[in-house]
């Protein structure tokens, strides 16, 4: 059977016709003659020709194989497993390799890598380090070494991965962007003739490819006999530990991509060149800190929250009364502007989880076992009666039985022994609940810009995961739903910037509206439901006549015992803070953070500044 | 809408139309009416994925076993159709998987083709893109990006192309649309319904004449289909043999930074459809102006670059800028 490897020959666009990148370009070159450089990831916006660069890797270097990972593989089909035909016609077990035998001596190219199911990265790059690939499934073991090189491209925007797999590729690089005009149009005037006629483009740059292919070849050879001189290896180490890089994967690709770099140069010696351009292919995803990349972006980047409070005045829109006699006191009515947003820090994190309420299990947005159709990533023997059938493992199971099986009125013997059922994962939603507080207190020395500037922050956040939000403002009498839980963050963006500010603060209130509407049936029961409360406390609406905050903490603790995760954001500033919205959290069994904690930056500052006084 | 439709048919690869717009306003209409116009092509006879007859890069995992084995594939003419893919659709029956059927009475493995194979070299079109689900929309990125649709699952390995004119629609108040998404959408438009109360009559009266005696209601538009087939095959023609100028590659990057778009796809509609759009126009050569009537459609959906940044095209402040600019 013919596999995906690429084998559009003819439509491959010339590699050194693409213009610019070339830091990309010597990323791919340094993979492409090195067999210990085996992971290169690749990040940039959409259509910036990632793809487009890696796949045109072939066209110098012919005897490449590339072969496309699409997002629907099956594990059975990655990894390998029994071998049906032989089953079927010999009865017996045997091993049969999946694509990461297929691709030994190859290049894997898995385009929008962040999407893929994690379980299959973390596989890949398993075998890839590991070299070898030991499968136990379906009843069969097989275990076969193989070597290839694996190229990920993702754009950032559509979400992140994680850390842990970020190490194990030896260089990251950014796709530039190019902005000058003369580049810009040549990349259109190439890709246009590449599209009319490829082979025009190809003979265009005949030459040079011949060339590369020859200089890549020639590297190839001059690669084992480049030399690293002994004091190198310190300057490395040096390097990576001021750059707080941790484990010695990053020395590890430095050395080795130092060598190919100075084989692609046509030198026998590493020198402090390529030291310095390795470091930048392979430090770069490894920093654990970020300070010192955000110190040359200027004072635009940093601590938003304190400058906006001061500076802002004619920024702001006034809005117009909106209904006469409707000013209860508490000052006039304001709509503040959106703060600066930033980066938010994983506050949903599992271990700030109750763990106690049962249902809600698995981390936000982890894929959970679910009955409601998803993506059907493996299969099981079932432990009681099989509803959902997954007939391709179930046949799989049975492949071996069927020579002692055979009878003649079936084609198939299948025995209650085969089933197997499909085990189906689907991305947990989230449904976000904002329950702000808009009263008087929160516009007090402008806070409030601060305060719009966080929650487009989580929204940016909750947009990434494609949680619905939802956003209900308490101040005066009532509190107001503005927007149902959506999965549009434009709109709530959009209404959030309307949202008034002014009155007084019916905290418990809001509290008891939030609740019933998270509990009613606008939102899907299987969502994980998380209601955000951004407010400062000073309760001041009592429910009837008594005590407004102690009406709060009532209602707090009444709401504590159903299925919903809390996290209250403290936007009280100043001293002498006021533990109100913390006391609330506890109540709410809740999870708490200061605004200021909210913003990842500041927060690792911070922590910075705890660790080393 | 029917202009961003048309460019389309003219210039396939410009990639497409999200349709933007209320419930009701004739956006399926219009998509399904444009199957009417749409060319015939050539394709592999008896091929169930529609290989392209002429394009031997891009040819199914069966067409590139025969012309491995030295066959000849023969050539057929089949009309282009439109394709629709369902939001409930299922992984599987997207990419398409190994045909059960098959596997149990004979016991060997044979791809099924999904709606992708279906889709190759046709328009698939997506009702409500924006409610699809997220691993169906990783498909057809991925389908889109490489125009080749790969599948590896249950024991099956198989490629065939999935070249497709996509087609959505969507209502943006039920949700947003993934960036990468927008980004693959060619063109975008956004569609109202009628404000004019006589225009409005005139819809109903249309509708209701085609409902109660569609036969003759076709007849009636006979004449002008055919005269509008005939418009845009001229129109093809022109496209092919017109060549990129520098002046227009020049306006659209301009345009492009001016307007701080990232990624070349902008660049690249928007060359593609200003020549298409002139060719329509009866013209040989493509101008600035053509750009500029394009960049209506190629540029809204391209203007944010954050998820949250105000993403409103200002045409007219647009059209002052390309004045000053190119005037000179």
Redesign the interface.
Known sequence: ????TI?????IYPFPAVVGQDRVKRALLCAAISDELRGVLITG?????K?TVVRSLRSVVPSLRIK???????E???IG?ID??HA?KYGEKRFQPG?LKEIDGGLLYM??IN?FDDRITQRVLDVMEGGENRVEREGVSGLHATSFALVGTM?P??GAISSHLLDRFDICVEMD???D?DS??E???R??IH?ADPQGLALSHGNQMAEMIEDIKEARERLPLVLVPDGMYETVSRLTMELGVEGHRGDLAMIRTSKALAALDRRDQVCLDDLHEAASLCLQHRRRDPDNEKEDTGPSDSSPNERDIPEQTDDSEWEPPSAPGEDCGGGSEEVFSIGD?FVVIDYLKPSERRMDLGKRRGKRGSTGESAH?G??TTFRIPSREVTDIA??PT??AAAPY?IQRRRPDM??VLESSDFREKVRVS?NGTTLLFLVDASGSMGARRRMVAVKGAI?SL??DA?QK?DAVGLMAFRKDSAELMLPP??????A?SRLREMPTGGRTPLAMGLSKAASLLSSDKVSKDDDLVMVIVSDGKANVPLDDGDAFADAMVMAERLSSLPIRFVVVDTGSGYPRIDRAQRLSKALGGTYFRLDDLNSERLARSIKMAVHG | MKDVLLLNVVNPSIGGVLIRGEKGTAKSTAVRALAELLPAREVVKGCPFHCSWNDNDRLCSNCQDALADGQVLDKETIPMRVVELPLCATEDRVAGTLDISHAISTGTKKFEPGILAEANGNILYVDEVNLLDDHIVDLLLDAAAMGMNFVEREGVSFSHPANFILIGTMNPEEGDLRPQLLDRFGLVVDVQGERDPVNRVDVIKRRIDFESRPDEFLKMYDESQNQFRITLVEARGRMRNSEVNSDILEAAVEISLHLGVDGHRADLTLVKAAMAWAALNGKEKASTEDVLKVARMALPHRMRRQPFEESKLDIRELDQWLQERFSS
């Open positions: 059977m013919v596999t995906g084998q559009l020959l003819r439509s916006p959409a259509g910036t020709a793809s496309n990972l699409p997002l629907n593989v099956s059975d089909r990655l497993g049906v035909d079927i694509i385009d929008e999407l754009d925007a559509e962007h190019l902005l005009r810009r149009m990349v259109l005037r890709r246009l599209e947003p159709p993506r059907c007939l391709v046949l799989r069927q084609a198939i991305k487009l929204l940016k947009y494609r959506t999965k549009s963050v434009d709109l963006y």
